[in-house]
Structure formats: structure tokens, C-alpha cells
């Protein structure tokens, strides 16, 4: 089955900062989602982005299927970003699951 | 509804009981999705419906573990003679269709003692 991996494991920025969180996959999928687990656990979606760029303000996201990675920027970091960054990949061969992967846990100081 | 809606928000159960764990998911979305999420750990994988139809109950990790959505909207997670093993964050997601974002519920948070 699918194995995702996320790096870095930990990561600790100062307000203001920027970042790039990378999630690599280890077998073709057709969907990529990103996630962000707040304090309070509520895991909040996002982007869907199986291939391509996306942006959402201070947050962008590149998928590049046929190499089997994607990444997540972060820009002008704000404490407000802390928390858990989660991917998860799916694929429609037989199944409906998603994997997750193990996370980037993200700090950032005021 | 606006958002994926769990009941109870926590749940404490003696070792040997049976729970039962909803998930209301907003409104006209086709699919819902189970995952378990042990502390430190990303969520993992029950089970999915589209409509009433369970499509995948591969990640289900035993018979004590049941999952039904009979009118296609409302869903119940069902564990009997829990364990202590069980204890984990149970999380509902939504989507209009599977390749589509999810919209995940706060969680219910079992504790079995």
C-alpha cells in the first residue's frame, strides 16, 4: 500500500518567517490533501491538490504526482499557524482510504 | 448542517462496554469517512460510505467494531466489549464526492479504563 512520508519532524520559526514542509509518497495516487491540526485537535483542510499549484493567502501548495511529492509553503508565519501539518494520499485502486502521513509539528514564536 | 457535527465531544468507558459514537455530516454530502487517531500519530483509516452504502471496511480492526449509515446521512461507529487499545480520538470527515476535500468533526475522544 501507499507509504507517506513528512519532514521535517519538528519545526521551530519565529513569527515572520518562512517554510516548506515536504511530503513524499511512495506510489502513484489520484488525491492529496493537506491539513492543519490545531491545538485543540480540529484538523482543518487545507488544500485538495492531487497535481498542480494552489495558493490561499499565506499558503501555497505544490503537488508534483509523477515524482511522487508535494510540498507546502508557509509564508509570514504567524503563532496562530502552530500546530500539526498532516498529508494524507488516496488512490482508486480498490480502496477509499487515505493515508496519512506521521505529521510536521510546527511552532512558531512570537 | 454547516459542519460535520460528533456526539459525544468525550466518552469514558469501562473495559467490557459498548459505545456508541455519532457523526451528523453536512447536509447533501455523499460521503463519510471513519478514521482513529492515537496520541502522536496521524488519523488511520476505518471506513467509508457513499450514501447507505459502506464501500470499504477494510481498516475496521476487528468485528467488535461496526459502522452503519442507514438513511445515507446520519452515521453511528459502534465498538463493543471495548479495550483499552480502543482508547483514540474517533474522527468523522465529509466530501461531496471522494476526490474531493474532507471536512472533518471535532471528534470524540474515547477513553477506556
Known amino acids: 500500500g501507499i507509504q507517506v512520508e513528512q519532514s521535517p519532524p519538528d519545526l521551530i520559526l519565529q513569527e515572520g518567517a518562512n517554510s516548506t514542509l515536504r511530503c513524499n509518497f511512495s506510489?502513484?495516487?489520484?488525491?492529496l490533501q493537506w491539513f492543519h491540526q490545531n491545538p485543540w485537535g480540529q484538523l482543518i483542510n487545507l488544500f485538495y491538490?492531487?497535481?498542480g499549484t494552489k495558493q490561499n493567502g499565506r499558503l501555497s501548495a505544490t503537488t508534483v504526482a509523477t515524482e511522487r511529492y508535494s510540498l507546502l509553503y508557509i509564508s509570514s508565519s504567524q503563532t496562530t499557524d502552530s500546530g500539526v501539518y498532516f498529508c494524507?494520499?488516496?488512490?482508486?485502486?480498490?480502496?477509499?482510504?487515505?493515508?496519512f502521513g506521521t505529521g510536521t509539528r510546527l511552532k512558531v514564536l512570537a | 448542517g454547516a459542519g460535520v457535527s460528533q456526539s459525544p465531544r468525550y466518552k469514558v468507558a469501562k473495559r467490557g462496554q459498548d459505545v456508541a459514537l455519532r457523526c451528523d455530516p453536512i447536509?447533501?454530502?455523499?460521503?463519510l469517512f471513519w478514521y482513529q487517531q492515537a496520541l502522536g500519530q496521524g488519523p488511520e483509516f476505518l471506513t467509508y460510505?457513499?450514501?447507505?452504502?459502506?464501500?470499504?471496511k477494510s481498516g475496521l480492526p476487528s468485528d467488535r467494531f461496526f459502522a452503519e449509515r442507514p438513511e445515507g446521512s446520519v452515521s453511528t461507529l459502534k465498538i463493543q466489549r471495548t479495550q483499552q487499545e480502543d482508547s483514540a480520538v474517533y474522527l468523522c470527515?465529509?466530501?461531496?464526492?471522494?476526490?474531493?476535500?474532507?471536512?472533518f468533526g471535532s471528534g470524540t475522544r474515547l477513553t477506556v479504563v
Open positions: 470527515a465529509s466530501t461531496q464526492s471522494w476526490d474531493g476535500g474532507y471536512t
Open positions: 506510489d502513484s495516487v489520484n488525491n
Open positions: 491538490i492531487p497535481s
Open positions: 494524507a494520499a488516496g488512490t482508486t485502486s480498490g480502496t477509499y482510504k487515505y493515508i
Open positions: 447536509s447533501g454530502h455523499v460521503s
Open positions: 460510505f457513499q450514501n447507505e452504502a459502506q464501500l470499504d
